[in-house]
């Protein structure tokens, strides 16, 4: 089975703009989640969908928005960047159901300029 | 606010030796605790899990030890190896659906020869 796969893996913006990150999930799975890591951060929650629908939600602005599609990919957009944004932006997948094991792809690094 | 206090923030171990990283949280809600392994350049990748039903829970050289009434729970890795070289992070998921994961602040453990 292939892994969870996430485009582009390198991405560098200015300020202002915005961008979209791409998240193909393990097929199968229906629940894709986006975390967001920073070194003085760590590692913090983004949003979970399921089945196109948003099924939780983390503590960002509004300016942080995402969607799945039927087929469960997913993509994510930040609009309006900023320097804080410049961050290590994971993908995980799972079954959706509880306990399940997550499965996280190799993230994108977006560097904000 | 931090959810999951994780301790300590980076670790140096002896060829061999033992790798205790302690995690404490205060939301009794949480009742999956996963714990998870960062190589550089990689996403997360799930290690091992428990539920609050047990006290304890053994996989290979890893070792889950939970402490319901002080929320505490940790990780030990026995004969630590080399390639144990890694970040870790402690991980809470809150019952009642969805699989929104928080993390600890991460262990830098380092396993020298």
């Known amino acids: 089975k292939a892994g969870v796969t996430q485009t582009p893996r390198y991405l560098i913006k200015t300020r202002g703009q915005q961008v979209t990150l791409s998240c193909s999930p393990i097929?199968?799975?229906?629940?894709v989640s986006w975390y967001q890591q920073t070194p003085g951060q760590g590692l913090q929650f983004l949003f979970e969908y399921f089945s196109e629908t948003q099924r939780n939600k983390g503590n960002f602005p509004g300016r942080f928005s995402g969607r799945q599609f039927s087929n469960s990919r997913s993509e994510m957009n930040v609009s309006t960047l900023e320097l804080g944004d410049s961050a290590l932006y994971l993908c995980?997948?799972?079954?959706?159901?509880?306990?399940?094991?997550?499965?996280f792809g190799p993230g994108t690094r977006l560097t904000v300029l | 606010q931090q959810q999951v206090k994780q301790s300590p923030q980076s670790l140096i171990v002896q060829k061999g030796g033992i790798s205790i990283i302690n995690c404490a949280y205060e939301?009794?809600?949480?009742?999956?605790f996963p714990w998870y392994q960062q190589f550089p350049g990689k996403g997360p990748a799930l290690l091992i899990a428990?539920?609050?039903?047990?006290s304890e829970k053994k996989e290979g050289r890893f070792t889950i030890s939970f402490n319901k009434s002080a929320k505490q729970f940790s990780l030990h890795i026995m004969d630590s190896q080399p390639g144990d070289s890694a970040t870790y992070f402690c991980a809470a998921v809150m019952g009642g659906g969805g699989n929104k994961l928080t993390f600890g602040t991460g262990t830098q453990l380092k396993v020298e020869l």
């Open positions: 939301n009794t809600a949480f009742d999956y």
């Open positions: 428990i539920r609050p039903d047990v």
């Open positions: 097929s199968g799975h229906r629940s």
């Open positions: 995980a997948s799972s079954p959706g159901t509880a306990y399940n094991e997550q499965f």
